[in-house]
């Protein structure tokens, strides 16, 4: 069994997909890790589209070196990161290892922003996961927090806004519902109940 979650950031993807993956014994991904440890591994006064083609062609070095790093998670990486997953050659570096990854385990969760659009368009369940702006922009604020780090709200909210604004307008798989996944607003709904809205959708005993 195949599931795609996509959603924009801080919409509770990344929880949820935990959550699943815990409940029914599957393995997951969260494939933008894998474009954060990228945009980190840069020299920011260098040639940033020439890096980020020659690291994402290596990523597994950088996700061994910095995946773990909560830095990875900053306003500034995320905002970096957003830029570098606009580049086609970029994306395609990371296609086969996710694409690997899906088919070596089952049940497997894989979550981004392109996943039951261009990853796994075959998934077997796809899922959109969103949340208002401002909903969003107040957890990753929080998060930030918790982190040990000193976030500012309404920077939080530009880079939010100006990331939905980016991914979900690039010229290649662009961070949009597949037109057969379920969408699930968590504005107002808690962890748990955004859980048994997808474990009842897959038919899964809660």
């Given at each position: 069994m195949k599931i795609a979650i996509d959603g924009?950031?801080?919409s509770g993807k990344g929880t949820l997909t935990k959550l699943l993956a815990e409940k029914i014994?599957?393995?997951?991904?969260?494939?933008?890790?894998?474009?954060?440890?990228?945009?980190f591994s840069i020299d920011k006064s260098g040639d940033i589209t020439t890096?980020?083609?020659?690291?994402?062609?290596?990523?597994?070095?950088?996700?061994?070196k910095f995946g773990e790093n909560l830095e990875i998670f900053s306003k500034e990486n995320s905002e970096?990161?957003?830029?570098?997953?606009?580049?086609?050659?970029?994306?395609?570096?990371?296609?086969?290892?996710?694409?690997n990854f899906a088919n070596e385990y089952s049940p497997v969760i894989l979550e981004g922003r392109d996943i039951g659009t261009h990853i796994l368009p075959d998934a077997n369940y796809k899922f959109f996961i969103t949340a208002s702006v401002n909903e969003r922009a107040m957890r990753r604020f929080n998060q930030e927090r918790e982190n040990g780090l000193n976030p500012n709200f309404e920077e939080i909210l530009d880079a939010v806004t100006k990331r939905d604004e980016r991914d979900s307008t690039r010229k290649e798989n662009a961070s949009l519902p597949a037109d057969d996944a379920i969408v699930i607003d968590t504005t107002?709904?808690?962890?748990?109940?955004?859980?048994?809205?997808?474990?009842h959708e897959i038919q899964w005993q809660i």
């Open positions: 924009p950031s801080a014994g599957g393995k997951y991904l969260n494939t933008g890790k894998l474009y954060r440890v990228v945009a890096q980020a083609i020659e690291n994402s062609a290596n990523f597994v070095e950088f996700l061994e970096l990161t957003s830029q570098i997953a606009t580049i086609p050659q970029v994306r395609q570096n990371l296609f086969q290892f996710q694409v107002d709904l808690s962890i748990q109940a955004s859980l048994n809205k997808i474990l």
